[in-house]
Each structure stands twice: as C-alpha cells, then as structure tokens.
C-alpha cells in the first residue's frame, strides 16, 4: 500500500507522489531532531504516516500518530502552532519554488484496521465464514 497519496479522486502524478514522499521525509526528521521547540512535541514520539499533496502542490495535508495513539488531540495542537516554522522548513529541505500551506490530521487507519480485526473475529462472521467453507 502505497504511503503518499493526494487530495483528490483522480491518480496522484509522480510529481504529487515524489513531492508528498519529499515532504513525509522532511517532516520525520523534524520531529526526529527535535528541531520543534515545544515540551509536548519534544517527549513525543511521533509518526508522520502519509502526505497527500493537492494536484496543484500548494496544499500538502499530513497524516499523522502519536506513538500510542494517545494525546493525538494535544499533538495535533502542537503541530498547528508551530505550522509557519514547519512549513518554512520543509520548503528549505524540500528544494521548492513555493511552500506548499500544510495542515495535519489524525491517521485513522490504524482504529479502522483495529475495527475491521474486531469485525472479523467476531462469532457471527467466523459462522457465516464456516458455513462459506463447508
């Protein structure tokens, strides 16, 4: 599964893919150096999972999870306030003309792959599954 995607319904272009992959890195080793002076960023371990660039790359929409999954509210909190020096950052990093305006959600793959194991480990489908196999 591809981990960079874009805004809308259509393929993403390789450059949408290339500039979203660019970005994921940038942002990760930001947070990796601590290089955000923020307490609540800095004893947070963070993972950038996904970046999804608008088709003309002037938005790039970051996906991300706080190890854990908790604090996401307080982390995405965080992120925001720090949003002008991040964006800076990365288009000094990412080698680009214009700075993409970014913005960062929650990942919720990870509460939609929980739910779908709960789904298929439940005893009406393991049944309706047995029933399929014999």
């Known amino acids: 599964m591809s981990r960079v995607h874009h805004q809308q319904g259509a393929e993403p272009s390789q450059r949408m ?3 979203a992959e660019l970005i994921r890195h940038a942002m990760s080793e930001l947070l990796v150096r601590s290089a955000v002076a923020d307490p609540l960023l800095e004893g947070q371990a963070v993972t950038i999972q996904e970046v999804r660039m608008s088709p003309d ?3 790039a929409t ?3 999870m ?3 999954g908790k604090n996401t509210a307080d982390v995405l909190a ?3 306030r720090h949003k002008k020096f991040l964006r800076g950052e990365i ?3 990412v ?4 700075a993409p305006d970014i913005r ?3 990942d919720q793959r990870f509460d939609y792959s929980t739910r779908i194991d709960a789904l298929l480990d439940s005893p009406e489908v393991k049944r309706d599954l047995a029933q399929k196999g014999s």
């Open 17 to 19: 893919l290339r500039v």
């Open 57 to 59: 790359l002037k938005l």
């Open 62 to 64: 970051i996906y991300v």
């Open 66 to 68: 706080p190890l854990g």
């Open 78 to 80: 965080a992120l925001d």
């Open 91 to 93: 288009a000094r990093r």
């Open 95 to 98: 080698n680009l003309r214009f």
């Open 104 to 106: 960062f959600k929650s």
